[in-house]
């Protein structure tokens, strides 16, 4: 399998179900040369601060620049770090973020607990480095109306994928080419 090549460190950053077979997210990193990803948390998964102050751990670790690959609370953790840090990001790609206002279904935690745990509120500033979100029509955690509001807050690139659920196994999907052209957009 030829690897697909990126001048940029590609730093996964994956959502609060941390690594999973066949996401999309965990495929990618197979197929990337220069790629590495946001080590689980041990304790405390739902904990913001902690989650973000791991992405910034991982940062430290890249010398030269670096394009962030988030899913689902990823993003909300991506939108949390750079509200408090700066690194040589060349660009993040933000793939289906959840709406903390929204009823999510069961299984998932409550806005509520999200709320006592750091996530809200939600950082809207622009983000200081080029960003495309990269929405759901059919997200059970984020109406694409939602996902359009947070791309512009933070000036970021909008993509529609069309309905694709949350972009997860769960949804029916693993491996998205989607994904690595708009990594290799933002490579350029």
Known sequence: MNKLQTAATVLIVPGLRDHVAEHWQTLLE???????????LETDKLDC???VRALQQELE?????VILVAHSAGVLMVAH?????RAPIKGALLATPPDLNASWPQGYPSAETLRTHGWDPLPAGALP???????STNDHLASFEAVTRMARDWGSELVN???VGHLNPASGFGHCPQAEALILELDR
């Not at 670790?61 to 620049?65: A, E, F, H, K, Y």
């Not at 770090?81 to 840090?85: C, E, K, L, N, V």
């Open 161 to 163: 994928l069309g309905e």
């Open 81 to 85: 770090w750079a509200a408090r840090h």
């Open 30 to 40: 197979a197929r990337l040369s220069n790629v590495r990803s946001v080590p689980p």
């Open 129 to 135: 480095f080029r960003s495309i979100v990269a929405g």
């Open 49 to 51: 601060a902690a989650r």
């Open 61 to 65: 670790q890249i010398d030269g620049s």
